[in-house]
């Protein structure tokens, strides 16, 4: 199987990690297109690709298109795309969207271009480093043969571990996604204010909890997390855990957060 | 400032890295002592320690003694050292409780001992490799010097990053360890479980996530939570909200977690 050459539209987080991990790996980034015209030109120049003017341009030169847009923008430039482009023999599309089945690619679809989903499971920074996120993570396939397997190839020569999406409730695997990674910023986020009005400085309490995150998530990797919750509300430490309500009575909604999640973490301890 | 001499009463998870981790680190691990003998026996061998029979008689073989024991057997265990130890002189005692001070060790220090608290902001699992979250981890410390500088010589020496307990209000400090440690592992739990609702395999869905939130903890290296934070809330996008709590009605639960979460990601993103 040929490594198709790729078009990337949306020069954003994603879209800039997919493209230096596939360049790296050896595919050919033909062209990139986005809104600000800057961005678009700077990571073309980086990964040796054309900026083009319209997202129907990019395209035309490539035989694999990456829509790395928000989800809302997906259905309206494809459907943007289907009106102007010149020809779709031999040309694919994607969206990025975990949260998304092919829908809003249906007027592409309707155009002849081949539809599907890439979803990496996972969340990057806007800096180049965010390319290092991507071995090992999961990314989430959804298209029919050819294309799906071309897309297991993509996702496994940069290192993903590619698996079949198609059948698969979006919202609620969304809603997981979102959990794990936007929740536990926020949970983070919460502990350091936490520990900061306990006494400890704002670069100790950051450092330590995000320290305190990344060894439980080492902890993680071996085991359940079932095993692997500890803690008053694993313990039913009832004591231990009325002290730290009390400690947050002067924030119900943190109280009530703490609360519902440590009866959350009790059943889980409980479960059979 | 030589390296003292180290008893360990409490075999566990705690006691066991620590051990582990003051012997690699050239201290002499005179003693292991635990409820369950074979436990003390089995550390005590691989650390090159004498199990004891008592915690007194741990105590006499070394100068610095680390209570690793659960918070509610801390003040039993150091009334029952102080009423059978031969001799304070040149000893030391600390606990491994964050969520307590030094006020459980009194008994001791009465009898002479000088007491203090070593809190590592960790979590460890049971195996060897526990020891392998050290490094890097803050170590917080709550004593009167010279035991303060000795237990800060110790935490440098096994890799962590001691900083001052004393004047921290230990409630909400344990409690700002526990949304991180306790509840990132049950929002990893409901986050699997909600992906296998959804159609993911369990095995996929356990090492998707847990690689998902290996990235989101990658991106807080350099950022603080606030940029770090994606996803719906962050971008206000309410539709997407509402699909999700749609999805989680058949878990009120679940579903107030999510939403004051959501709630929470919001604040986060507003903050000025």
Redesign the interface.
Known sequence: MNKPSIAIIGPG?AGSALARALRTSGYVIAAVNGRNPDNARQLAKEVNARPTATAAGALELAELTILAV??DVIAPLASEIAQSMCASDGKSAVHLSG?QDRAPLASLRAAGVRTGVFHP?????K?P??V??IP???IGIDADSPLHDLLTRAATDIGG?P?DLS??????????????????????????A??Q?????KK???????????????????????E????????G?DS?IQ??L???ASDP??Q???A??A???RR?KEAI
């Open positions: 987080r928000p989800d949260a499971l996972q969340t990057f920074r800096e480093e965010a290092n996120n090992g993570s999961a571990e698996f059948g698969v409730d979006r919202v609620r695997y969304h809603a997981a996604a979102v959990l794990v990674a936007n929740y536990t910023v926020t949970l983070l986020a919460e502990a350091e936490l520990a009005s306990a006494g400890i400085g100790r309490a950051h450092d330590g909890l995000l320290r305190l995150l990344t060894g439980t998530a080492n902890n993680l990797r071996a085991t359940t997390p079932r692997a919750l500890t803690g008053p509300a694993a313990r430490d231990t002290r730290h009390d400690a947050l909604t943190l009530q957060v703490y519902l999640l009866q959350r973490s889980l």
